[in-house]
Nanobody
């Protein structure tokens, strides 16, 4: 059983900051990458940022220079520091973890429960 527990969402004004955290747990789950997605009402879930075991990072163009993803591999925890927030950043943010179970090659993706981020203008 793999679980991802998120925290850190909330309500901020334009220009404010929030830090999201996501801790992954589960026996025999070897994580290759973790990331953050977001989904606004009526829209699809989009990738915001992703970080691999080796430290490779990806950011959506809309958040480059404002958001920073980081990871504590020892704790299987990923963070998303969000600065200079804008109303268009408002969404439910979901943590993801990609990896394998029991040493097998098949890859799985697990999701957190989601945390609401609301940016008021």
């Amino acid at each position: 059983q793999v679980q991802l527990v998120e925290s850190g969402g909330g309500l901020v004004h334009t220009g404010g900051s929030l830090r999201l955290s996501c801790a992954a747990s589960g026996s025999d789950f070897s994580i290759n990458a973790m990331g953050w997605y977001r989904q606004a009402p009526g829209k699809q879930r989009d990738l915001v940022a992703r970080i691999t075991n080796g430290g490779g990072m990806y950011y959506a163009d809309s958040v480059k220079g404002r958001f920073t993803i980081s990871r504590d591999n020892a704790k299987n925890t990923v963070y998303l520091q969000m600065n200079d927030l804008k109303p268009e950043d408002s969404a439910v943010y979901y943590c993801s973890a990609d990896g394998s179970l029991g040493g097998r090659s098949q890859q799985y993706r697990y999701w957190g429960q989601g945390t609401q981020v609301t940016v008021s203008s």
